[in-house]
Structures are given as structure tokens and as C-alpha cells.
């Protein structure tokens, strides 16, 4: 079917539905609200069906029309999207829920999740103009807007924590970024980001401040874990994603996605209950959720080693609120050393070394089905948002070193 790349309606203000022009660059809305982009969804339905979809390239642009690139010859690709949803039949077995699956992030390109953001955020703001993104992260969000911002040929700067996984420094470094460490929190290089944009004269000069939820097109691209994970399971939806949540884009993306794709009538039934993973050493979504609050209030001192949701304060905390709760789903900590010990057993289990974020969800999953949240019969989707490979230091390799002419032990 013929029609326009892309059936982009407009911009609305997460918190006051206030229409924004979607073909300017945008920030946040006048009160400092994230901006969702919003379809003209008729349009898509009369366009294309999920069988036009079915015989369309295997990455994430195949959903075209409900991504806001307008023309394609302005799409910045590495090949990201249609990771694979693998079965987990052992780890499932072994916590107590047989139909287990995995959505394995760690195979786009940069590694983590954050490759969906930052080839349709990269595309779009290149396409309206803008010669230079600037960003704090906990790491894998610059690496992958700096790799992105590289095949587009923009600048990219890039501020993150001194903690932050060395891997994704020297992603961010090799990919050309200008690159600063910073002796605090991903909060403390969002404001030395802020100032730097500012006085390197922002849009006026080319630049744009892609902070999480400050531009509306990360979510987009993100928004495509969700309608992969409807066209894998056959256009129909699990029964549960649990996701980890540091500035939420994923959980809030995924939701969106869904309510899009039921809107369209490509999906039907109720939404799959979402549930928000955090660590317990920075949880301020759990206690939000369970104190019957609409926003999160930032811990005195967080910190965990599942470092990418390591966020104390995020931006758009009331969405993932409305789309926990809205979904009958929960909010859950969980120890660092539980979810460590969830990244080595998934390994032994099934074979993949998954990043400790993921492993947050999969310890997540035994706790709820321990508790009862979980009878044991759904079908739970857990998602995993990066490569163990990026965090190398959650496993300690203390083996025996032989001699050329040792044994190895019978």
C-alpha cells in the first residue's frame, strides 16, 4: 500500500494535552512536561496491515507509519530492532513459571536498548535541522546517540557519571563524542549539559538537549520493543512485562505502544499487566507506587550496581505510574546481590549473559511468583535492555592457570 512514510499527527503535552507543532523542534511542553508524539491512527489503518508489515525488512522501521521520520531518505540505521523473543524453559522451570520469555536487547547495535531511541531521535532531529545533540547518561544512552550521531554525521556531547560502565566511555570516545566525566550523578551532568547547550547558543547554533524525555522521539523508537513483542507473539499480547526502570522511557513506550496497536485493532483484550523493576538501593518508583503517589521522590543516596537505573528523580515518573497502575500491574525492588545472582543462574540456565538490569526483572519474576502475584500459568515477558558484556565487573573469573605441561583434573 501507498501513503505517507509516516502518519505523524502532532505533539501533546503528557500532562494537559496541549497541542505542539511536531515539525519544529521541541523540548518539553510549557510546563515542562514530557511531549508524546501522536498518529493520525485512521490513516495508519487504512494504509497498512499487519500482513504489509509481515513482508517488510526485520528492523524497527518496518512499523514506518507510526514513527515520526517523515521522509526516509532521512532514517539513520544501524540495523536496530527485531531482537529475538527467546523462551526461557529452564530458568522458568526452575522459578516457577513455565511459559518465561525474554526479550534480548543486548543484540542491538551499541549493545543496549537504547540504540531504538537513539536511531529514531538521531533521524528526527536531523531531519528538522539539528546539527548537534547534547545529553547526560548513565552510559549506554550516550554511547548509542553518539554512534548514532556519528552515522548522521551531527556533533554529540555527552556528560556521565565517573561510575558509569568504562565500556560505554570508550564507545562514546571511539564514535568521536565530546565526552566529560562528572564526580556526581546523572542529575549533576544533566545540569552541566543544560548550561553548556545554553551557552553554546542551543537551537540558535545547531544544538539540542536530548536528555531522557526532554525531546518526545526517544520514546518512539523505544516504543518498538512493545510492537515487536505483539508481531512475535503473533499481533495478540502476554499476560505480564516487567521492564527496569531508571527514567522509565521503556515502561512508558511499551504501554503506548500497546494502547496504539489496540487503537489500530491489531491487538485486542486487555494490556498485559506492567510491572516497574527497580533496585532496592534506588527505588523511588516502588515507594511512589505503593505509598498511592503520582510522583516519585528521590532517595538521599542512591545507588546500585544495575547503574542504568540509577535515577533518582525521573521526569516522567507519573506516566509510569499511570501505565503500572492502569495495567493492574505492580512496582518491585530488588536487592543487588539478588540480582546478581539472577545474571550468573539465567547464564548457567539458558546460555545468555544478560546486563544487571535484566537480571533485575528475572529476579523480580521469582520474588512475584514466591509472594503469589504470580500464579505460575501467565505469560511473562521479562526484558532485557542490554549485553552482560557492558558490565564485565558483575563476574568474577578466578580460575586455575596451569602449566604448559599441567593436568587438568578427572
Known amino acids: 500500500m501507498s501513503g505517507p512514510f509516516s502518519h505523524l499527527s502532532h505533539l501533546e503535552c503528557s500532562r494537559t494535552g496541549e497541542r505542539h507543532d511536531a515539525d519544529v523542534v521541541q523540548g518539553t511542553s510549557r510546563v515542562g512536561a514530557p511531549l508524546l508524539a501522536r498518529y493520525d491512527l485512521d490513516a495508519v489503518a487504512a494504509a497498512v496491515t499487519p500482513a504489509d508489515v509481515a513482508t517488510r525488512p526485520p528492523d524497527l522501521w518496518r512499523y514506518h507509519e507510526l514513527l515520526p521520520v517523515r521522509d526516509p531518505a532521512r532514517v539513520v540505521t544501524l540495523g536496530e530492532g527485531m531482537t529475538p523473543l527467546l523462551p526461557l524453559p529452564r530458568a522458568g522451570a526452575r522459578l516457577g513459571v513455565p511459559r518465561l520469555l525474554m526479550k534480548d536487547e543486548g543484540l542491538v547495535p551499541t549493545g543496549a536498548f537504547k540504540?531504538?531511541?537513539a536511531a529514531v531521535g538521531v533521524s528526527r532531529a536531523a531531519e528538522l535541522g539539528v546539527t548537534g545533540i547534547a545529553m547526560p547518561t548513565n552510559g549506554n544512552a550516550g554511547a548509542a546517540w553518539s554512534a548514532y550521531a556519528a552515522r548522521a554525521g551531527l556533533r554529540s556531547l555527552v556528560a556521565m557519571p565517573v561510575?558509569?560502565?568504562?565500556i560505554t566511555r570508550r564507545e562514546c570516545v571511539v564514535t568521536g563524542a565530546e565526552l566529560y566525566l562528572v564526580d556526581g550523578l546523572i542529575g549533576d551532568a544533566g545540569r552541566l549539559v543544560n548550561?553548556?547547550?545554553?551557552?553554546?547558543?542551543?537551537?540558535g547554533a545547531g544544538w539540542q538537549e536530548t536528555?531522557?524525555?526532554k525531546e518526545p522521539y526517544r520514546i518512539e523508537g523505544k516504543k518498538t520493543m512493545g510492537l515487536e513483542i505483539a508481531e512475535q507473539l503473533g499481533w495478540r499480547m502476554p499476560g505480564v512485562i516487567l521492564y527496569p526502570t531508571g527514567g522509565g522511557v521503556g515502561i512508558i513506550a511499551i504501554h503506548k505502544a500497546l494502547l496504539e496497536l489496540r487503537e489500530l485493532g491489531w491487538v485486542s483484550g486487555d494490556l498485559p499487566r506492567l510491572v516497574a523493576v527497580q533496585a532496592e538501593g534506588c527505588a523511588p518508583?516502588?515507594?511512589?507506587?505503593?505509598?498511592?503517589l503520582d510522583e516519585s521522590t528521590a532517595p538521599a543516596q542512591p545507588r546500585t550496581v544495575a547503574f542504568?537505573?540509577?535515577v533518582p528523580k525521573a521526569l516522567g515518573d507519573f506516566l509510569v505510574l499511570d501505565a503500572v497502575r492502569s495495567t493492574g500491574g505492580t512496582a518491585i525492588a530488588v536487592s543487588d546481590a539478588d540480582l546478581l545472582e539472577a545474571e550468573a543462574a539465567l547464564a548457567r540456565d539458558e546460555g545468555t549473559w544478560i546486563c544487571p538490569e535484566g537480571a533485575a526483572c528475572v529476579a523480580a519474576v521469582g520474588q512475584l511468583r514466591e509472594s503469589g502475584w504470580l500464579r505460575g500459568d501467565e505469560e511473562v515477558v521479562v526484558l532485557n535492555t542490554g549485553t552482560g558484556l557492558i558490565y564485565p565487573e558483575t563476574v568474577v573469573a578466578e580460575v586455575p592457570t596451569l602449566s604448559v605441561d599441567g593436568v587438568i583434573p578427572s
Do not use: K, Q, Y
Open 115 to 117: 540504540a531504538r531511541g
Open 163 to 166: 561510575d558509569a560502565p568504562e
Open 195 to 203: 548550561a553548556a547547550v545554553t551557552a553554546r547558543g542551543g537551537l
Open 211 to 213: 536528555s531522557t524525555l
Open 285 to 292: 518508583i516502588v515507594d511512589a507506587f505503593h505509598a498511592g
Open 308 to 310: 542504568g537505573i540509577t
